[in-house]
């Protein structure tokens, strides 16, 4: 290869990688943003200081509505195991001597085959075209969940909704795939995390 050509492929091969570069810190920059909202607006302790290659994970704890919140970025494996993959996770403490458990997924074609086993219908028909769900309880948690739970998830599914709901042992978690990088995604945090804290004090009498 001649000096010319060298010359002329090093920009071609150089720009795509400074575009990506700068794509992420600004994607970056906003996580960020996203983590120091939620410290602000709901009195939460804000920790930025883990980093996972050229990005910041956040983590943001604290207690709303006399509950023990976590937010955290994590990295997890695919389900094949070859992708690590960021992902943002909710957590929410609540009482639950019973071992009640529940799961709530977007359903689509891709997934009805991997969690149709063990999945009730809330008899609901809007709800449950959007919705499958799982639970080891299902007329306590067709109590819980009522026509306000019913509607802010609704809401969440409306803004992109494609992760996982849980109640698993003492803790409430919402697991989605991704980094709080832009309007939608925080929003779909705050209302699982309003409707966590719901879920938790319904459960008392429930």
């Not at 910041?56 to 970025?73: D, F, L, M, Q, V």
């Not at 063990?118 to 919705?131: A, M, R, V």
């Not at 080891?136 to 709901?165: E, M, S, Y």
Request: proline share 3%.
């Amino acid at each position: 290869m001649d000096a010319k050509t060298l010359i002329i492929l090093i920009p071609v091969l150089l720009v795509p990688w400074i575009v990506l570069f700068f794509v992420m810190r600004g994607s970056n920059k906003k996580v960020i943003k996203n983590y120091k909202k939620l410290g602000e607006k709901y009195d939460l302790n804000i920790d930025l200081t883990k980093k996972v290659g050229m990005k910041n994970h956040p983590h943001a704890s604290g207690t709303y509505r006399r509950r023990n919140i976590k937010i955290e970025s994590v990295i997890r494996d695919s389900i094949d195991g070859k992708k690590i993959i960021p992902h943002t996770i909710l957590f929410a403490e609540c009482n639950n001597p019973d071992k009640f458990s529940f799961r709530v997924v977007k359903r689509s074609k891709q997934n009805r085959a991997s969690y149709s086993e063990g999945s009730i219908l809330i008899e609901d028909n809007e709800f449950d075209d959007k919705f499958i769900v799982q639970t080891n309880d299902p007329q306590r948690l067709r109590r819980i969940f009522d026509f306000n739970t019913k509607f802010k998830l609704d809401q969440v599914h409306a803004l992109g909704f494609n992760g996982t709901i849980l109640l698993h042992e003492n803790n409430l978690q919402y697991i989605e795939r991704g980094l709080l990088k832009d309007d939608d995604s925080l929003m779909r945090v705050e209302l699982i995390m309003h409707e966590f804290c719901d879920i938790a004090e319904t459960m008392k009498y429930n």
